[in-house]
């Protein structure tokens, strides 16, 4: 019955490799959202879907490249990995035209 | 976005006493939300305020949305061992999708 969940939970990997982070909310929200926490535990939009429509791009580099092949999916592709990147990647979903967003567990990437 | 001020960062209190914390920004929104994060967990919604001046209760829990619409207030009443955690405001306005995040108050709770 989990409303927002994220795969892998951990993900460990070296600089210079490409990875991918899952997405999936079985709320039948339409909006759908990727937020990076920093080590200071500061969260920050990255991007954000409606109906499988990019509305969110913030200033993030293109090696990270969303993806939603439905609106129950938002999948987070990251090529080239670099040190910086390490944090916690957090999915949110909300109802269509609500401010509430709903988290998932997050996951924790670490780049050595 | 706009990172909003929340204050304080932290707070280190003993289990029965009431917590304020609080959260300004230099804009105005139409929506405040309180959000807890367990840690290794991710944010759960705890209240959501909609309009200036609303004040809004969970359980032990109650928030304000400042009449201003800059700022938001959340307060614990008697706090438990398990209000240990990273509480966040997040502010949005009607001109987008995004919530806007302050730095959080992390609470500690002694027994």
């Known amino acids: 019955d989990t409303a927002v969940s994220q795969t892998p939970k951990y993900l460990v990997t070296q600089m210079g490799n490409d990875k991918s982070i899952k997405c999936e909310q079985n709320l039948g929200h339409d909006t759908m959202y990727w937020y990076k926490q920093d080590s200071k535990k500061f969260l920050k939009i990255m991007f954000s879907?409606?109906?499988?429509?990019?509305?969110i791009n913030e200033t993030v580099p293109n090696r990270f490249s969303p993806k939603s092949p439905d609106k129950a999916h938002l999948n987070l592709h990251i090529n080239s990995l670099e040190l910086g990147d390490s944090a916690v990647y957090f999915c949110a979903s909300s109802p269509r035209g609500r401010p509430e967003q709903f988290f998932g567990p997050g996951t924790r990437l670490t780049v050595l | 976005g706009q990172q909003l001020n929340q204050s304080p960062q932290s707070m280190f209190i003993q289990e029965g006493e009431d917590v304020s914390m609080n959260c300004t920004s230099s804009s105005i929104f139409n929506t405040w939300l309180w959000y807890k994060q367990d840690p290794g967990e991710g944010p759960v919604l705890l209240i959501a305020?909609?309009?200036?001046?609303e004040l809004t209760s969970n359980g032990r829990l109650t928030a304000q949305f400042g009449i201003t619409r800059k700022d938001s207030f959340l307060n614990i009443s008697a706090s438990i061992p398990s209000d240990v955690g990273i509480y966040f405001c997040a502010g949005r306005s009607n001109s987008g999708y995004a919530l806007n995040f302050g730095k959080g108050t992390s609470l500690l709770v002694t027994p």
């Open positions: 305020l909609y309009k200036a001046g």
């Open positions: 879907y409606n109906n499988k429509e990019l509305i």
